[in-house]
């Protein structure tokens, strides 16, 4: 199967993400629990409207600042919850191979303050000139609405020639409903192998 644009999901793709280090360092600061706090922000609402892009952050972690009891201010809640980022180096690897032969893409359920601290500490999001994010668009995977704003911001790219990376199933099936090839990526799943059964250019 020709593939003549590559999309990759961010968290556990790109990047892993440790939320109980950040319910830890959140409840320095709270008469809650990390395990508390975690259910709270689990719970609510409020959170997936910030993913869709319906509150501002400042107002959001207002919010979240008086859910949780909080006691340091918005700007340092909003660091504890925004620094849970490490690299999956091996993976970035393998889409900076990719990058000088396919348009780029992600698409990722995020929200703006994940978004502006993994951009400003990691180089590699410079890979993926198309970036997709929910709370940009309005939508979350695996609503078709995300998927056609990639493929209108990749230039009309067949969504039959279109790679899609995720670790989600619910995501891998949204993006199977269009017509588009996939790789979920579980655990136990090579990324680079499942890359190898694609024929790609820049690989060898």
Known sequence: MKISAVCFDLGKVLIDFDK??????????????????GRLIEADPQGLVYEKGGITTARYFSH??????????????????????????DHIALAAMLAPHYPMALIS????????????IYSFFSLFPVRIYSHEVGVIKPDRAIYDAALAALGGIDPL????????????????????????????????????????????
């Open 64 to 89: 979240l600042k008086k859910l949780i009891r909080y006691k340091g201010t918005a700007k340092e809640l909003r660091a504890s919850y925004s620094e849970i980022f490490t690299p999956l180096a």
């Open 20 to 37: 109980e280090a950040s319910l830890a360092r959140i409840a320095e600061k709270s008469p809650l629990t990390p395990a508390e706090i």
């Open 109 to 120: 359920n995020t929200n703006e303050a994940h978004v502006l601290h993994a951009e400003s």
């Open 161 to 204: 020639e279109t790679l899609f990376i995720d670790d989600l199933e619910p995501n891998i099936l949204g993006a199977v409903k269009l017509g588009w090839q996939t790789i979920h990526l579980r655990p136990e799943v090579s990324l680079r192998e499942a890359l190898a059964s694609y024929d790609l250019k820049g690989l060898d």
